[in-house]
C-alpha cells in the first residue's frame, strides 16, 4: 500500500479512503492501483484515459499500458 495526500483539483477534502493492513504494507480496502490513479488524475485533467495515446518504440501506447483501471470517483468532490 501508499499513502498520498491530494489537495484541491476537484479532490474531497479531510477524507481518508481505504485501509492498510495493521502494520500499514498492504492495503486491504477500497484498493487503488497505481493505473486507478493515474485515470483519476487524467480525469480531472479533462482526459480520457481510455482514448490517451503515446508513441513508443514507434507503437502506440496508452498510460495504462491495456490494465484494467477504473476512475475513483469516490475521492472527487
Known amino acids: 500500500g ?6 484541491g ?4 477534502p479531510g477524507m481518508t479512503f481505504g485501509a492498510t493492513d495493521e502494520f500499514g504494507h498492504r492495503a486491504v480496502e477500497n484498493i487503488v492501483t497505481p493505473n486507478d490513479y493515474q485515470a483519476t488524475l487524467l ?3 479533462g482526459l480520457d484515459w481510455n482514448r490517451l495515446v503515446y508513441l513508443h518504440n514507434g507503437q502506440e501506447q496508452v ?7 477504473r ?4 475521492i472527487l468532490a
Open 2 to 7: 501508499f499513502s498520498i495526500w491530494l489537495a
Open 63 to 69: 498510460i495504462t499500458n491495456h490494465r484494467d483501471a
Open 71 to 74: 476512475v475513483v470517483t469516490e
Open 43 to 45: 480525469h480531472l485533467f
Open 9 to 12: 483539483g476537484g479532490i474531497k
